[in-house]
């Protein structure tokens, strides 16, 4: 079944209908998903979607934007969900320079990474990585505890070039493929999951944003990953089982979810 590696069902856009919706999609064929925590508020929501549901799990982590409330009760909150056996992952993390511009803002977002990472490193979980328009210094910091034998972990919502995408493969990471495949300028993209072996991508959503064509625009769901699915299959010349297969396959393998 499906296994979608990245989604926010605690956001708001989601209020109306989360228990109908998230309890239906194994019907739609998604065994498997990851909420990931993106804010303070998060790291209490995302756990509780993960206990109520059997086919939900939990990443835990400050996303960039929220670098500023980073503190020690913050990081002490992280480190003991990981504890929960439904906690897989420590994320999202890492550096936003689109809405931040300042050179101190960027440091501290370096600082903030840094110690996330260092959490993802003393429990022994993966990663799930977000860079937007800090390409360098994403990859430096990934590489510099890529080094000191992390666990491993996912580059979410992969924006970059070939040459950079390369890069994280050799190190033994996956790379986020969602929505942004099915768009008509997404020529990077295209060339990076045609380079890349299917061994090391997996589906993610990052719902409610980025939905795929024909729904591009719309509050984005689990639900939509075929459409996904489809276009990968095409750009790998195999069928789209294999996809789901493969994909399903290197989520539980990085997740440790028999």
């Known amino acids: 079944m499906i296994f979608d590696t990245h989604a926010h069902y605690d956001d708001d856009a989601f209020d109306a209908d989360r228990e109908e919706l998230v309890s239906s999609l194994p019907a739609f064929g998604v065994g498997t998903v990851v909420n990931v925590c993106a804010s303070v508020e998060s790291l209490q929501t995302t756990p509780a979607l993960a206990e109520k549901f059997p086919h939900v799990y939990a990443a835990v982590g400050l996303h960039p934007d929220d670098a500023g409330k980073y503190d020690g009760q913050a990081a002490e909150t992280i480190r003991n969900l990981t504890r929960d056996p439904k906690t897989v992952a420590i994320g999202e993390i890492g550096l936003d320079y689109y809405w931040h511009k300042d050179a101190g803002e960027h440091e501290l977002q370096q600082k903030v990474f840094r110690d996330q990472m260092e959490i993802a490193g003393q429990t022994g979980k993966p990663f799930i990585v977000h860079s937007r328009e800090a390409a360098k210094d ?14 491993g972990g996912i580059i979410h919502c992969f924006s970059y070039s070939w040459e950079i995408a390369r890069e994280y493969l050799e190190m033994g990471l996956y790379l986020g493929i969602g929505g942004v495949l099915t768009y008509k300028n997404a020529r990077r993209l295209v060339e990076v999951v045609e380079k890349a072996p299917i061994s090391q991508l997996v589906l993610e959503t990052d719902c409610p944003y980025l939905s795929p064509v024909p729904y591009r625009g719309k509050r984005n769901s689990s639900k939509y990953l075929p459409h996904v699915v489809e276009t990968m299959a095409k750009l790998k010349n195999i069928d789209e089982e294999t996809v789901i297969a493969v994909t399903e396959e290197n989520a539980k393998r990085l997740f440790e979810i028999a």
């Open 138 to 151: 994403t990859l430096d910091i990934v590489k510099e505890y890529c080094r000191k034998g992390m666990h």
